[in-house]
């Protein structure tokens, strides 16, 4: 910075730091998905992903080091959480990843889920300070419209109501897979804690708040909630609350008790949805070849240093 003096170059070194993230490793997958393993400055290691479509580019983005919750299903639950993010190392993943979409697909970053690894309501502060960031107006944040960052969550119901009271303008999406929930609380051993009907509560009040519908995700599973049954709780579950459904492809971790259910399941599941009126899309996922779809960040390549 030589448009300060040296005596205040100086002065600013011996009381501040400045430690960005370091793209450690990047992949990209046969569908132009890009990986990165950015590096910390204390070493660990985390994952986010840039998922282009021929109009926009969505960024995946950790909010995390590992996770404290336990989704069967998710290879990041393997990972011992470390710490949380702070608010600068999540706007960093955001900046590498509209630097790499402008350098490689010829437009600025479009969108932005945070669904990488970790619970973002479980690092709420970073998490809210982050988003307001990414959103404040150009020079001083990157400008970017609320409306087009998600917030996932796994179900913390007060969390979400603490969300909604923060008016982001953002949208939420809760990974669900099943609205059963016996079967939930197998799958997602930690939402034993978190009733059903306290996160129903929640999205009605995020509804309520925000005027903004919620989006579920769900994975659907062989021989775990391929029924006739599942397909109607969920029914259920969605005529209580504004929602619309996303139906997400299942990407292995090489668990043999976690399979994809065959395209005949989705398409009823689709059409029992759509017998309500319910919105719902399926979404394919993206850049498996380079295990960076969903559920699938782990830090296969850069084990977390510690
Ligand atoms: S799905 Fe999300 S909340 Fe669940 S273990 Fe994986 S990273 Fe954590």
Redesign the pocket.
């Known amino acids: 910075m030589t448009s300060i003096s040296k005596e205040l170059r100086e002065e600013l070194s011996r009381h501040f730091v400045i430690q960005p993230i370091t793209l450690e490793e990047h992949q990209k997958s046969n569908d132009g998905t890009i990986k990165n393993a950015v590096k910390l400055f204390d070493g660990n290691v985390v994952e986010s992903v840039l998922i282009p479509t021929d109009s926009r580019t969505t960024a995946c983005v950790s909010s995390?080091v590992g996770?404290?919750?336990?989704?069967k299903?998710?290879?990041?639950?393997r990972l011992k959480r470390m710490r949380n993010l702070t608010a600068a190392e999540i706007v960093d993943q955001v900046s590498l990843i509209d630097q790499q979409s402008k350098r490689d697909f010829n437009h600025p970053l479009s969108n932005i889920v945070y669904?990488?690894?970790?619970?973002p309501l479980l690092n709420f502060n970073n998490v809210v300070d982050s988003v307001k960031k990414i959103t404040t107006p150009h020079p001083n944040g990157l400008g970017m419209s609320p409306r087009r960052i998600t917030v996932?969550?796994?179900g913390i119901p007060k969390m979400i109501e603490k969300l909604a009271d923060e008016n982001l303008r953002v949208g939420l999406a809760l990974?669900l897979h099943s609205a059963i929930e016996e079967k939930r609380n197998k799958i997602?051993p930690f939402s034993e804690k978190f009733p059903l009907e306290d996160i129903l509560d929640s999205l009605r009040y995020w509804y309520d708040k925000t005027g903004s519908r919620i989006t579920i995700e769900y994975i659907i599973w062989k021989d775990i909630n391929d029924t006739k049954e599942d397909m109607n709780a969920l029914v259920r579950f969605c005529q209580r609350v504004p929602v619309k459904v996303n139906l997400i492809e299942y990407n292995s971790i090489g668990d043999p008790e976690f399979q994809q259910a065959p395209p005949e399941i989705t398409d009823a599941y689709i059409a029992a949805l759509e017998r309500h009126n319910i919105i719902v899309n399926v979404r394919r996922s993206r850049g498996k070849d380079i295990d960076a779809a969903c559920?699938q960040?782990a830090n296969k390549n850069k084990l977390t240093v510690n």
């Open positions: 995390q996770c404290s919750l336990d989704c299903f998710c290879a990041t639950s669904m990488g690894m970790g619970e996932s969550t796994s990974s997602m559920g960040l």
